[in-house]
């Protein structure tokens, strides 16, 4: 469950430079107090007070003006929807994806039945101002079932260079899609659903973990990010992130070393280390204020503290090849 806890990290005091050195490539999250106990955070970035506003699963979400101190901003859905129980008996929410688009917020986000299930809907709200509570849902999207060898959770919006929209989500079973949605609507351009596969542990019948994809446009290039392994299990937990890029939405994707994303390829940027564990469930984003900055948004759990899943946020540069680096 959700629950107030204060911690307070140390935030590296000296930038890292392009080409960074190894020894330097897991730094510690940034600054975070309050209410910081968060699981797939998707970070909504403001033009007006609070600036900033955290969504993540169960529902939850955490608003702050400085992007250091948070608190409680109340469950996304105040009255859950119906249709959320047909697909999770519970009626809970995962990875919520926020941005804005086309003069309103949008709001992507999950219902299963559980890890192994295969039963998965994606779900979509708008709001007129990004806030919690604020948000008008407008049903199902895309949904899976047990054997149709794919599954309808963590999505991510990405607007293109050309104005076009598109999808990410999956996890395990065929690993990463990405379909084209009406910018209109928010919805799939097709039905029955066309999506394509984008990235995957290996070829199947393997399956190790890949999930909880976000592509980011930088420079020429499509950055797909990408949790590995597992997340969810405390001090077990090993989900680490990594990332590939392509010149076009629907890839291919491959990373730095020309390893394809469809056969296990991508390049480590963040994993466990110190009392950081299992760091993941990330999304990027960009932060316009001061001098302006991309971000490295993620959940990790914290050694000292029981193991609970904490808040990360750490800003985010690229080196002279184009590649990213946090610090």
Known sequence: MRKTCTIALALMATALTAGAPAALAYPAPGTVTGYTVTHDPSLLVRDSAPRYVVYSTHNGSAISQ???????GGPIFPVKPAWWTQDNLSGDLWAPDASFHNGKYWLYYAVSQGSGAGHSSIGVATSDSGLPGTWTDGGRIITSYSGDGFNAIDPNLLVDAQGRWWLTFGSFWGGIYITELNPATGTPTT?????????????PPASDPIEGATIYQHGGYYYLFASFDYCCRGAASNYSIHVGRSTSPTGPYADAAGTSMMQG???????????????????????????????LVYHYYDSRLNYEPFLGINLMAWDANGWPYIY
Do not use: E, M
């Not at 400085?66 to 409680?72: A, H, K, L, M």
């Not at 940027?269 to 990330?282: A, C, M």
């Open 66 to 72: 400085d992007r250091i101190s948070f608190t409680n």
């Open 191 to 203: 039905s029955p659903l066309v999506k394509t596969n984008i990235a995957q542990r290996f070829a």
């Open 265 to 295: 390829g991508g390049t480590l940027l963040l994993k466990s280390h110190d009392y950081v564990t299992g760091p993941g469930g990330q999304s990027v984003v960009w932060d316009s204020a001061g001098p302006g900055h991309d971000l």
